[in-house]
């Protein structure tokens, strides 16, 4: 069984940063892909950064926000910079992954880590 674990989530002040962790547990054969997602009023991409180095972020946070991934370690970062009220939200880390070799991936997530940005 795939476990995914979040971390990292508090309250800031606007202006402030965060820093997410997220680290995969069980029986992974490969990581394709890890990404930030969040959930405020609906569902909303963050960061996705791939197995061969590929980073893409929504714009909203482009410039702001890094993520960066180990996939050896299974564990993937999102160094959130700047954050502003908008960025509030509850953030989950999800993985497309393979538990067998030669199998297609599917995805997983995790529980979500709450993140508060206000004065």
């Known amino acids: 069984q795939v476990r995914l674990s979040e971390s990292g989530g508090d309250w800031v002040p606007p202006g402030g940063s965060l820093s997410l962790s997220c680290t995969a547990s069980?029986?992974?054969?490969?990581?394709?892909?890890m990404s930030w997602y969040r959930r405020g009023p609906g569902r909303e991409f963050v960061a996705t950064v791939t197995?061969?180095?590929?980073?893409k972020y929504a714009e909203s946070v482009e410039g702001r926000f890094f993520i960066s991934g180990n996939f050896a370690e299974r564990t993937v970062t999102l160094q959130m910079n700047n954050l502003m009220p908008e960025d509030t939200g509850r953030y989950y880390c999800g993985m497309s992954l393979r538990t067998r070799a030669f199998t297609p991936a599917d995805n997983h997530w995790g529980q979500g880590t709450q993140v508060t940005v206000s004065s």
């Open positions: 197995s061969t180095g590929i980073t």
């Open positions: 069980g029986k992974i054969a490969s990581i394709a892909s």
